[in-house]
């Protein structure tokens, strides 16, 4: 399975969402590839924001050896899911996917995980408090989305999602 995440700059909340995510996956055995990337190529090459690199060091997580990067064309077609971080990056990532006729499934990171806390992950930047509101999303809401992606892989949709596109496989 591979799982790519996603945000504005690639610099707070994928980053996050990578690291945290990839820790549950690998406590749940499973050999997944997981990346994060951004809609924009602003910070292409910088490491994540030290507050995102600071919360993730808090909770037993080491993210300061990723580099910032933008999404591609060809991640909508190496990846089987994309997850974005937030209404704005789905409206981007769901054009560059229609645009392109991709492989991956498109959908709001929360949103996929029944996340009742609303379906947006906050933009953390302007925000110092904002990093540990973020990481308790994205670390409870993981768990979630694995759960489902494993569902899917047993039972795989052949519809559309609200908010996500599914492309038959």
Not at 2 to 28: D, H, T, Y
Not at 126 to 133: H, I, L, P
Not at 136 to 159: F, K, N, Y
Request: glycine share 8%.
């Amino acid at each position: 399975m591979k799982v790519l995440m996603v945000c504005l700059g690639n610099i707070c909340r994928s980053p996050l969402a990578e690291g945290i995510f990839r820790r549950v996956a690998e406590q749940r055995g499973l050999d997944w590839e997981i990346d994060s990337a951004g809609t924009s190529g602003w910070h292409a090459g910088e490491l994540p924001d030290r507050r995102s690199i600071q919360i993730a060091r808090h909770h037993g997580l080491d993210i300061a050896g990723q580099r910032s990067r933008q999404v591609t064309p060809q991640d909508l077609f190496e990846f089987d899911y994309v997850f974005a971080m937030d209404a704005s990056n789905l409206r981007n990532l769901t054009e560059l996917a229609v645009a392109q006729d991709s492989r991956a499934r498109v959908v709001r990171f929360l949103e996929f995980a029944a996340y009742k806390g609303g379906h947006d992950v906050p933009d953390p930047y302007y925000n110092d408090q904002g990093f540990r509101e973020v990481f308790d999303m994205l670390e409870s809401a993981s768990p979630a989305v694995i759960d489902r992606i494993l569902l899917e892989q047993r039972q795989p949709l052949s519809v559309p999602t609200p908010g996500g596109i599914a492309f038959d496989r």
